[in-house]
């Protein structure tokens, strides 16, 4: 089948592809920091107070929030759970104002005075804050500290009327954040089991279903708690598609809890003789969730996912456009193992730079690879038509941009993360192709700013990777088998490579960004 023939079978509507037809002028910054600057747009566009500033309208004594209005007596109370969650809420108080008239937050272990040493005042609450802060979960586990927050939203929801509206602030991490096991379960007890569910290889799924029937507040618990006041909960994904279930277990989204389930969980995984007897008792008795004929999200509650990896792609295609690329968004849900994603921005790429029209293997591959790491058919052929135009017409230069999260095979035990491993992978890919600024340059960053246990977000590489890793004396292959991709980049050309964007403040999960160069006109 011919390249025309494969592409014809998935024509997309032009607007789908990009916004507009005009021909970028490119600018004179190089390859490498415009990357940088395009991903800085990323996550520039998906910050905590931006998030909640362009999602909450104030219009007098009412706030409006996605069309809906809701009205302020001096009757806001406001609780929050997560890494982003300080800013979210110093932004939620200044517009609200006195309306507010109490509220509690639980955030990371030492969030207050990391901000203050790096400047970000602005995401920090007033003096006259009449938001209480509790910090815990250290090491972005479940604590004392943590339970003891929860236990504080708890009681506050708790003590709420119809008269009353319960702002939920709620960001990755938050989940950690808010540990309430349901009596007679300790907060041990509770992680001894979900931890030995996921080394038996449980599923999110599975570890969310257990989870949720063993919390209070998660799976809907916390807007049960808070009935029949009004909640509105404003959200920061940072899961693939923005499952408001599995966001931080989705203490606003009610979900049904059966204790047959859970058990028959248990059991699969050969656990239910090693649990503690208070998660028995707790199984063994009433229905968490009562009926499975009511709505997922109870009509009290509303919940608005305000800041996503899919903001953080259209904030960066923007800024693409500025410095003088096409903007195409491939997939904000990329997933699956490094080694098939890496295959497949190396497939890319190669399409894209093709100076004649390129074998029907490679787009064969391509839809081969998709559904693997994330991608559907539809995008893949969407975004090949749109490269295979580019390169027939000569539209210029394109940015190629993606978001989600990979996932790494540790098979070592070296410095790295999974946007670094990607990097180095694709580095391989490219090996081969022309150099910036006529050739390709790919980026993968984490939007939170770490990328495993490092310093960096990421890295940035191109075509001339590996002939600049043999000419240093470094093997690639043995830094992929450690998992040491980190040592890798600070390496090589003293780590000019790396990403390292310094404290984000924000998560939305990783950006991936493939700058293609403008490619020659073919004459037909």
């Known amino acids: 089948m011919s390249m025309a023939r494969v592409l014809s079978l998935f024509r997309p509507q032009p607007f789908l592809a990009f916004v507009g037809r005009r021909k970028p002028t490119l600018c004179k910054m190089s390859m490498d920091s415009r990357a940088r600057g395009v991903f800085?747009?990323?996550?520039?566009?998906?910050?905590?107070?931006?998030?909640?500033r362009q999602s909450v309208e104030r219009k007098e004594d009412t706030v409006v929030i996605q069309g809906h209005k809701?009205?302020?007596?001096?009757?806001?109370?406001?609780?929050?759970?997560?890494?982003?969650?300080?800013?979210?809420?110093?932004?939620?108080?200044?517009?609200?104002?006195?309306?507010?008239?109490?509220?509690?937050?639980?955030?990371?272990?030492?969030?207050?005075?990391t901000l203050q040493q790096h400047g970000k005042d602005h995401l920090l609450l007033k003096e006259n804050t009449r938001i209480e802060v509790m910090e815990?979960?250290?090491?972005?586990?479940?604590?004392?500290?943590a339970q003891k927050a929860a236990e504080r939203i708890k009681q506050l929801a708790s003590e709420l009327t119809e008269k009353d509206l319960l702002l939920v602030l709620i960001s990755g991490g938050g989940s950690a954040l808010l540990p309430a096991p349901v009596p007679?379960?300790?907060?041990?007890?509770?992680?001894?089991?979900?931890?030995?569910?996921?080394?038996?290889?449980?599923?999110?799924?599975?570890?969310n279903t257990v989870?949720?029937?063993?919390?209070?507040?998660?799976?809907?618990?916390?807007?049960?708690?808070?009935?029949?006041?009004?909640?509105?909960?404003?959200i920061l994904s940072d899961v693939i598609g923005d499952p408001l279930d599995l966001i931080a277990s989705g203490p606003t989204v009610r979900s049904e809890v059966w204790p047959e389930e859970?058990?028959?969980?248990?059991?699969?995984?050969?656990?239910?003789?090693?649990?503690?007897?208070?998660?028995?008792?707790?199984?063994?008795?009433?229905?968490?969730r009562e009926s499975k004929d009511e709505p997922n999200t109870p009509g009290h509650v509303l919940n608005a996912v305000i800041g996503s990896n899919s903001l953080a792609l259209k904030c960066a295609g923007r800024r693409a456009r500025e410095l003088g690329f096409r903007p195409v968004v491939l997939a904000p849900g990329v997933c699956g193992d490094v080694k098939s994603v890496s295959r497949l921005y190396?497939?890319?790429?190669?399409?894209?730079?093709?100076?004649?029209?390129?074998?029907?293997?490679?787009?064969?591959?391509?839809?081969?690879?998709?559904?693997?790491?994330?991608?559907?058919?539809?995008?893949?052929?969407?975004?090949?038509?749109?490269?295979?135009?580019?390169?027939?017409?000569?539209?210029?230069?394109?940015c190629l941009l993606a978001g989600g999260e990979p996932t790494v095979e540790l098979t070592g035990k070296g410095r790295g993360g999974r946007n670094q491993e990607l990097a180095l992978r694709v580095g391989l890919e490219l090996r081969g192709l022309e150099l910036p600024p006529n050739g390709p340059v790919f980026l993968s960053g984490g939007t939170d700013g770490q990328d495993g246990p490092t310093e960096a977000a990421g890295a940035i590489t191109d075509g001339g990777l590996y002939e600049e890793a043999q000419a240093q004396g470094l093997d690639i292959d043995n830094f992929l088998t450690n998992n040491d991709s980190n040592t890798f980049f600070t390496r090589l050309s003293d780590g000019q490579r790396l990403l390292v964007p310094g404290l984000t403040c924000t998560n939305v999960m990783d950006v991936h960004m493939l700058l293609i160069p403008p490619i020659p006109i073919i004459i037909k």
């Open 40 to 52: 800085a747009a990323a996550v520039e566009g998906v910050q905590p107070d931006t998030v909640v």
């Open 70 to 113: 809701f009205t302020l007596k001096h009757n806001l109370h406001l609780v929050g759970f997560g890494k982003a969650v300080l800013g979210m809420a110093a932004e939620a108080e200044r517009i609200v104002g006195d309306h507010l008239v109490k509220g509690v937050i639980s955030v990371p272990h030492g969030i207050q005075q």
């Open 136 to 145: 815990g979960a250290k090491h972005n586990l479940p604590d004392a500290d």
């Open 184 to 207: 007679p379960i300790s907060l041990q007890e509770k992680l001894d089991v979900t931890r030995k569910l996921a080394a038996a290889g449980a599923t999110i799924q599975e570890l």
């Open 211 to 234: 989870r949720r029937a063993l919390s209070f507040l998660k799976g809907g618990g916390l807007a049960q708690c808070a009935h029949p006041a009004q909640v509105i909960a404003l």
């Open 262 to 288: 859970v058990l028959s969980v248990l059991e699969h995984y050969k656990l239910l003789s090693s649990v503690p007897a208070s998660v028995k008792d707790v199984l063994g008795g009433p229905c968490i």
């Open 346 to 398: 190396g497939l890319l790429a190669r399409f894209a730079c093709s100076r004649e029209e390129p074998p029907p293997e490679i787009a064969a591959e391509m839809l081969r690879l998709g559904p693997d790491v994330g991608v559907e058919s539809w995008d893949l052929c969407r975004t090949m038509q749109v490269l295979d135009e580019g390169r027939t017409e000569g539209w210029g230069a394109t």
